[in-house]
């Protein structure tokens, strides 16, 4: 029978048939909890899943074809799209053709394809004339319905298309550098504080991002607006700076910044979340932060972090045999590259994309409101294409309220649910696990040593030691509550909490692995970082005094 | 006419290949350029060429290659032609004046090197031996530690014949080169007394890179290196700077060594099996004569190199041949870094 999934067929569980076929399915709860709303799921998340069998196709990876997805009760499963003995073998010297241009030069690959990208954002809006956030409320229905159609079919395509090919060439040199590092030097790379300085001293697009921040906020200061700062509600602050000349020739500045940097919402994978360009208040907060940062903490610490990794790969050629250093160092490089790449894509894949996204579907949205087809607004996260493209002309002539009932509850039935963690024989896991490493980005192990008798152990570390007052946040939207000085302690973090580095003397995760954004920022800003711990959240409570120690990848709790 | 069919090594370089074969040619280049090379002469392809045609081999030869009209098909077929080939060159006298030259080359180096009979290398070189192209590399024969003119006058037709073996003569059909071939000088060379010898690569050959040169040694003399009978010391030094990046020092159980007449394998002393055989000076400087030898000829290289048991350092190294490595697969860092994905990531 096939479970039905928000009506988007292409993700329905066959309960006859998929388990038998691809022995088991894993619950993707990295992603997938708290629940995806069915527009989301079925437009920006579905592409992910369709461009990874698209790069494995493109790069003929030789033991995968992509991911096998399926969501059963409003939870996703996914699987490997094993291929077999035969095709393996076909595929294996075709994949080492592909997979050269990756080695040899990374950036050769991923500069032009950034670029195409930003091309492509700004021609879609450029074209319809469009450059404020509430310019696309004067685009007519069929002009809308088009950039929509555009947007869902062409251009998140495209993103996903580009964005996927990186992430699998990524997976794949990095994993390979990682085993070869265990090869050479016994060690485990991503707990291994050796292999973080070679890592360490590159900048990602993010960081760049908030240096202009801090830029703008130092502005602030430096023109005397710091009392402007000081209401809690950040709405107020605006009300503030327009108070003021000083104030609103800041303000303009600050809408410059936004209007190029802007673009990306509090969320990167949903459609319902502002976007800073849409809500400057959204921002301020992170501001407010920076302002009282004299220097730029990276900065500060950028000269001598590249200096560190230069000593870092000569002490590490200097080791191996004559007859190794050529490929090792070709390789090192590409991992570096790659590396990095994993904070630098964020940026022009999923905040900008995500941001299109929630811009179209808010107007759709309100224009159905208005109209009569569904309550509100938010209703059209519950929608899918079909449906926007029934209504969009005639509007209220349609009615798209059951539709958008039948989803809403088997959404809210998921929300209140705890998903099987696995479909199917869960002792064939390691064998689906091992056939495609991009699987593994979802489920990266502590690395456990009893022997140190610690109280977490993490996946991946940033190395330093810290011993500080803990702060458990569980969203970026609670960042506020951090103060200067303390470690913090999440579920992961993204882009959205970059601003904390600032503040924080060491930081714990439940999720993460080596090319996660708290590894890499950990050692970016010099702060000792424990990653993919599992259960940081929930042992550790604020307040407590805790230990870590990133040159090992454990955690000590001392209360 | 008879000035033709010796040369001294002096007398030789790089023009002289029709005359004296490639790898003579090369020797003669060394010395030329100022590499310490073993005194010696050549006995000229013009000298085998008179050689087959006084003696009438020559005729009896394309007789029976005329006969042989079809290319063989089988390896007894290869080894038949081969036999009666080699045996119409060994069964004749080389001719009196012939003989007489030899002998006096011979004695007019045994007094330089101020000994009676002084024991030398006999080595063919072909002429399409020891080419960038053309891997000929051991196809014919050589001969260490002769001694006297009789016993030398043996090896020199040895070599002569050592043309059709049938190894010689399948490569030549396989290359299309006619089966009959006249072109060979025999090199005839002091011996070095070898404490230790060896190669040295001016390229890896694992993958081309010329940042290294590549030294392996053993004791005794080179036949265990380049036979590879034995697992030599293997040195990596830096070829810019002459740094001595690495050293793998193996077991050395056996080797060569010069014994009354030929060689002959011994075993190597205990307290020398895991000495190097070469010292750092040693070995730097054979780094630093390869590295010219290289920038010589513009193109990598693979050296052979003798250490002199009776002589002390900086004298006691010698080269004894050099040609183009042509082994080179070129494969680049990005390729190896690529292979590995396959089989150390993918297929874990």
Redesign the interface.
Known sequence: MLHPAYDLTFYEFDDERDTKVYDVLLCDLVHGKPPLKPLYFGTGWYWYVYAISSAAETLH???TKGWGYRVLDGYPYLTALRTTEEEAKAR?PI???K??PF??DFDGVWDPLKTELMEMYKEAKESRGLKEWDDIKKLSNIELLKFFLDYAFVINRKEAETHMIMLVATN??N??FQ??WR?LFGKEAPIDPDFSRLMTGFEAQDTRVVREMWKLARKAFDMGLEDAFKPEDNEQVLKELEKSDQGKKWLKEYKEFLMEHGWRCESMHSYDTPAWVERPSLAIGRVKVLMAQESFTFDADRERLIKEREEAEKEVLAKL???QK??F???MK?AQKSGYWSEDHTYFCDFYVGAMGHWIATEIGRRFAEAGCIDAPEDVHFLHAHEIRKAAVPLGDVNLRPYVERRKEAWEKAYKTNPPPFLGNIEKAQEVL?SD?TLSVSTQMPIVREELKADLYGAAAAPGVVEGVARVIMGADRLSELKEGEILVAPGTSAAWTVAFVLIKGLITDGGGALSHPVIMGREYGIPCVAGCLEGTQKIKTGQRVKIDGNLGVVYILD | MTALWILEFEKINQESVNVTGTKCANLGELMRIGMPVPPGFVVTAQAFDFFLNETGADEEMNKVLKAFEEAPKSIEEYETLSRTLSQIITCNDVPKELKETISQAYNALSAECKMEEVPVAVRSSGCAEDLPTAAFAGQYESYLNVIGAHDLLDKVRDCWASLFTSRAISYRMRNNLPIMDKLMGVIVQKVVNSRSAGVAFTA?P??G?IT?VMLEGNWGTAESVVQGFVTPDRY?IHKESLRI??KNISQKLKQHVIAETGTREEDVPEEKQSEPCFSDEEATKIADMAKHVESHYGTPQDIEWAIEADLPYPDNIFLVQTRPITTLKKKS??????????T???K?
């Open positions: 990876l030789p033991t294996e994949f080492k053709e997979i050269k080695i040899e794949y040199i994993g390979l085993e070869m090869d045999p004559v007859e050529e490929w160092g070709t390789l590409s091992r490493p | 890896l694992s993958t890179n290294w990596y990046e690495e860092a990005v390729d190896q870094v690529a292979d590995l994905m396959l150390r990531f993918v874990r």
